[in-house]
């Protein structure tokens, strides 16, 4: 007697385990020109980064949502399926509208993960603003720190040169970083490949992310 | 008669990064009784696999020493050998701990137990991971499913301060013809998520190889290992990944 194990059959039905992130986007009009353009190629660099990896690109999740006015740029799709289009800059900077946007996001996404089976990463929220917001952030503000500190949510926030960061640092318990330039680039395959280290982790493990010092500072 | 094969094969994440395989399993075959003992040290933990080897040896000889004194049992006792076994693995753990002067996280494990009998089938699981059984009736069950957080990377290991609320033990009177105890890496290949249901045709091949008549447990460990370790396995799972497979033959 002996075990035939080419007879071993997979499950074949298992989603993979989702690791999902909302790009808060700042397209308002002092976005305009270099910024904007320098904007739309990070989220190339973004995508190209994501589908490098074979896990990374069937667990990542992206959505994106865009402020001035707040609209939901792309629902959340997995990084394979992900294809860049181009944003415009246009209008004001609500961002306490945006925040709250992404934060409904993320809960009704972990009701579908639930009702599906899917597990899941703690999901994240990467926010890009060369401004300060026009509307009332405060509540917004409330928001992101009782998720990040239930764990709910990783909140991150990059300042563009003429964002106002002092607010930005009162959104988040996380310090807000600021962009170099316009490197957009960098911060997106830096932003790719902690994505990537999340999707690839384990239970129990701890991530640590590289240093963003290629394209920010805190 | 009882015979078992068990392998644990290092990932290829672990193969890239260069870490040691820290999924340790062990097991002791006897006329009566077999007990499997199998951990999965955690990714973050600097030494998760001596945490994982230290939990298995003492679980194992715990255990054994626990069932040879007070064979046969009443329930209760079993549940309680069972944990005092899980009590014992993370006191050695401690131990170990402070002697080598480390902080006992570094040595973060999972930790799954099962003891089988003619007519019992008893489990104590913390982490992650899967113990599914096979009965007389054909039926094959999940026993014990992955115990996870809210997220995909969240887990309690021993090493947890909360480690005793999250243990669970069951138990099964019932003759298990055959049992598989699993960690996470082969989790997504065997266990359906959404329903936590086994997947028969993962097992069969198994549960009929150790069932249906004497096998070379050694030789077919090795092919086990090969197994897992092959290009079809290590496509669908980057981590490491231990199988331990039991059964009763007439």
Known sequence: MSIDFSQVEFDVTNPEPRCPCVLLLDTSGSMGGKPITELNQGLQAFQSALI?????MMRVEIAIV??????????????????????????????????????????????????????????????????????????????VKQAEGNKKVAFFSVGVEGANIEILNNISNRSALKLRGLNFAEMFVWLSSSLTSVSHSTPGDEITLESPAGWGTV | MWQAIGASVKGTSHVRTGKPCQDYHNYIVTPNYVIVAAADGLGSAAQSEIGAEVAVRTALSTLQDDVRLYQPLIEDSWQRIVREAFGAARDAIDGRAVANEVAIRDYGTTLMLAVITHDRLVVGHLGDGAVVAQFDDGRVETITAPKQGEYA?????????????????????????????????LQNLSIN??????????????????????????????????????????AKTDDDKTLVVVGEFA
């Open chain 2, 153 to 185: 990377n969240e887990v309690t290991p021993l090493t947890a301060k909360d480690w005793e609320s999250a243990l669970e033990v069951t138990m099964q009177n019932d003759n298990a013809k055959a049992v598989a105890v699993l960690t996470d890496g």
């Open chain 2, 193 to 234: 998520t959404a329903t936590g249901n086994p997947h028969a045709p993962f097992f069969a091949p198994f549960f009929n190889g150790v069932t249906q008549g004497v096998i070379d447990t050694i030789s077919t460990s090795t092919q086990l290992a090969d197994f897992l370790a092959s290009e079809r396995v290590c």
């Open chain 1, 66 to 143: 865009t402020f001035g006015p707040v609209n939901v740029e792309q629902d959340f799709i997995t990084a394979d399926q992900y294809t860049p289009a181009p944003l415009a800059a246009s209008g004001v900077t609500p961002m306490g509208a945006a925040i709250e946007k992404a934060l409904d996001m993320i809960d009704d996404r972990k009701q579908v993960y639930k009702q599906n089976g899917i597990s899941y990463y703690r999901p994240w929220v990467f926010m890009v603003t060369d401004g300060a917001p026009t509307d009332q952030w405060m509540q917004a503000a409330e928001r």
């Open chain 1, 52 to 56: 490098a990896d074979e896990l990374a």
